[in-house]
């Protein structure tokens, strides 16, 4: 009899882990606090998920990533710390509002002359980056935005990534909607597509992590 194997997690488990691992830079924690008190905080990443990318940066060894989705800039300020003083991380997304927050902090953390945001529709700028001959020259990239477009998000990364790059999907159990066998729901539906999607692409490694509201990650073969 097969059983699984898994630990459910509360918010005191949850308040442990934090406390227990969480290394947040003061302007990532002061980022976070902000972010908390506007109307669309839910779609700040988890802390714990930008400190696991960060450490995936430095085991890469990444000099060069990509962020679909901004936001207020909590995910790209983890990376951009994580990325050498020469490094690069092209952001994209369409808020000039919300990524003016970004910024604010991005310039405070000294790591602005890391990031290139680019505000256009994100596949556009995908796009303009292979139209660059920058094809095979990413080694991360990162997608957390509108999940309609997730499954084009990720073949233009990973035609721009190296093969061994890696690529994070995030939202990919969408609060555990992605069980739901009839729904009218578009984002749900277009995650539910994804997931399929990537199960048998041959050319990519996967692991899907239970992480926040679950994180894919996709390895270039």
């Not at 369409?94 to 790591?111: D, H, K, L, M, S």
């Not at 002359?113 to 095979?136: F, Y």
């Not at 009839?182 to 994804?194: C, E, M, P, Y």
């Not at 999607?197 to 050319?203: K, L, S, Y």
Request: glycine share 6%; charged share 20%; aromatic share 8%.
């Amino acid at each position: 009899m097969m059983t699984s194997k898994y630990t459910s997690l509360d918010q005191p488990l949850y308040d442990y882990i934090l406390a227990s691992s969480l290394r947040e830079s003061p302007v990532l924690a002061q980022l976070r606090a902000e972010t908390a008190t506007l109307p669309m905080a839910v779609m700040q990443i988890a802390p714990e998920q930008g400190q696991f990318m960060a450490l995936l940066i430095k085991l890469m060894g990444a000099r060069r990533a990509i962020e679909v989705g901004v936001y207020t800039g909590y995910s790209a300020l983890a990376v951009a710390e994580a990325l050498p003083d020469d490094g690069l991380l092209v952001a994209c997304d369409i808020n000039a509002e919300t990524t003016a927050i970004a910024q604010r902090y991005w310039q405070q953390a000294g790591v602005a002359h890391k990031i290139d945001l680019r505000l256009a529709p994100a596949a556009q700028t995908l796009q303009a980056l292979l139209d660059d001959e920058q094809a095979g020259s990413f080694d991360f990239a990162f997608i957390d935005a509108d999940k309609t477009g997730y499954s084009d998000y990720y073949e233009l990364c990973l035609a721009l990534l190296r093969p061994g790059g890696l690529i994070v999907v995030d939202n990919v159990l969408w609060g555990g909607a992605v069980l739901e066998t009839s729904t009218d729901d578009d984002d749900t539906r277009a995650i539910q597509q994804f997931n399929a999607q990537v199960c048998v692409d041959q050319r990519v490694d996967l692991s899907l992590l239970p992480l926040a509201d679950g994180l894919s990650l996709l390895r270039k073969c």
